[in-house]
C-alpha cells in the first residue's frame, strides 16, 4: 500500500486545513503532473481548497437578501470552482496511477468503479460536513432540539468517514498488490465549454429553445 496516502493521513490533513484558518489561503496549485507523491499532494490540497470554496459559496447562493447580480457572480464562482475542484480529482488519479504502475494489475484484478481522486473527494467533502455540523452542534444560542439533532448528525457523519476511510485504504491495498485497479475518468464538464455549451455557442436563445438567429 502506499504508506505515505493512508486515509489516516489525508482525513488528519483535511481537518487540519479547516481548524488552521479560512478557505482562503494562498492557492497550493493543482499539481505539476509529473507524478509522483509530491504531485498528489499538491493536488489533495487544491481539491480541499475549492471544496471549500464552494462550500461558502453555495451558503452565500441562498442569501435572499442581495439582488440577482450577486447571485449570478456566485453561481459563476461555484461553476470556476468546481471545475478546479475536478481537475484537482483528475490529477490526484494521474499522480496516484503513475505511483501505482510499479504494480500491474493481475489478469483477474477487478476493476473499482471508483477511482482513488473520488473518493478523497469524497473524504474532503466529508470533513466539511464533520467541521460544520460540530459548530452547529454546541452554536451558542441554538435550541436544545437544534443541538441534540446536530450531535447526532455528526456521529452519523463520523462513522460515514471511518467507513469511506476503510474502503479507501482497502483499494490502495488491493491496487498496491496488484488485486484490484481504477482507471483515470474525465468527467468532460460541457457546461463550461464555449464549445459545448449550446447557449454560449448561439444555437439556443434565452427562454426560446429554439435556433439563434
Known sequence: MLKQFESRLIAGFHDG???AGP????NPGAGSRTGGGLDAWSSIAANHRYNNLLWDEEDKARRTDVGPDAIAHGKRLIDRYNQKRNDAVEAIDEALLFLLAAAPAAANAR???ETAGAMID?????SLKIFHMREQ?????????????CAAKLA???TQRADLCA???????????????FKLYRQFKMYNDP?????????RRDGAGGAAP
Do not use: E, K, M, V
Request: aromatic share 8%; net charge positive; with cysteine.
Open 122 to 126: 469524497r473524504l474532503s467533502i466529508l
Open 111 to 113: 476493476l473499482h468503479s
Open 17 to 19: 486545513q479547516l481548524a
Open 156 to 158: 452519523r457523519l463520523n
Open 167 to 181: 474502503c479507501f485504504d482497502q483499494l490502495l491495498q488491493d491496487a498496491s498488490a496488484g488485486r484490484a485497479y
Open 195 to 203: 464549445a459545448l455549451n449550446p447557449y454560449l455557442y448561439g444555437r
Open 137 to 149: 452542534s454546541c452554536r451558542a444560542g441554538a435550541s436544545a432540539g437544534h443541538l441534540t439533532r
Open 23 to 26: 478557505a482562503h489561503a494562498p
